[in-house]
């Protein structure tokens, strides 16, 4: 099973947050591949100078150093946005989201026969 985690996951799995349930916490530790978005530093990052939340310095490196990967979002996934399922398109109001069709690795992110979603 992929993931790809929340920004507010990633940082309350870094903090040992009881905001995790238990259940979530045993899909992220049983799961194959663990992703986290360039988007969750940026939207932390902006939270956190805003005053609205603590957040360690050198988050991306803790975060891998937790056996999570980061999905970079380039130009072809802002591009593929507007083709998104409408549910994945709600996730798009603030600021681009990760999309469903780009894991790490396949030589096309933009490639849309790639789903990101657990099988």
């Known amino acids: ?6 920004s507010h996951v990633c940082l309350w799995w870094l903090e040992g947050s009881a905001s995790i349930g238990p259940r979530c916490r045993d899909q992220v530790s049983a799961a194959d591949e663990v992703f986290f978005s360039a988007v969750t530093p940026w939207e932390l990052g902006i939270k956190r100078a805003l005053g609205r939340l603590d957040m360690p310095d050198g988050l991306v490196g803790a975060l891998v150093t937790a056996g999570f990967e980061p999905l970079p979002v380039t130009a072809a996934h802002a591009e593929r946005a507007p083709a998104l399922p409408p549910e994945r398109r709600r996730r798009l109001r603030k600021m681009p989201w990760p999309p469903a ?3 790490p690795g396949t030589g096309d992110a933009a490639d ?8």
């Open 112 to 119: 849309p026969t790639r789903d990101f979603e657990p099988r």
């Open 101 to 103: 069709k780009a894991p």
């Open 1 to 6: 099973m992929r993931l790809l985690l929340d």
